[in-house]
């Protein structure tokens, strides 16, 4: 049985340095909290997974992520959702941050909520 992890980003950065990828860890807090839960239930075995498929954006624009970096990310079990640099705008800087994220920290006053943040949103959840 197969484990799916759904998230933003991947527990990875992927960086362009000196004309080649570089696959570093990520220290962000659900990476760093899933991290740990996978660790302690070596790897979901205990609970029955013999898999865990993570999937989310790998830091790079669409515009610049190859088949190669795609290909040492499946290798690590890890499956790259590409975005545009305008719909990382729209969907993480626009919906998550600006209307879902002062929704559920108690900053209601603060929400914003524009038609085009959603619309992107719905469409990056497709990816």
């Not at 980003?9 to 570093?24: I, Q, S």
Request: include cysteine.
């Amino acid at each position: 049985m197969k484990l799916f992890i759904v998230s933003n980003r991947l527990p990875v950065t992927v960086v362009e340095e000196g004309g080649r990828f570089v696959v570093r860890e990520a220290v962000g807090g659900l990476a760093t909290a899933v991290k740990s839960f996978l660790k302690a239930t070596e790897g979901g075995r205990r609970l029955g997974f013999d898999e865990v498929v993570w999937v989310g954006w790998s830091g790079l624009r669409a515009e610049v992520e190859t088949g190669e970096v795609k290909s040492r990310l499946g290798e690590m079990g890890l499956v790259p959702v590409s975005l545009s640099a305008e719909e990382i705008s729209l969907f993480y800087d626009g919906f998550c941050n600006a209307t879902l994220w002062p929704l559920f920290h108690n900053f209601t006053v603060y929400t914003q909520f524009d038609v085009k943040y959603w619309d992107t949103y719905v469409k990056v959840n497709q990816k």
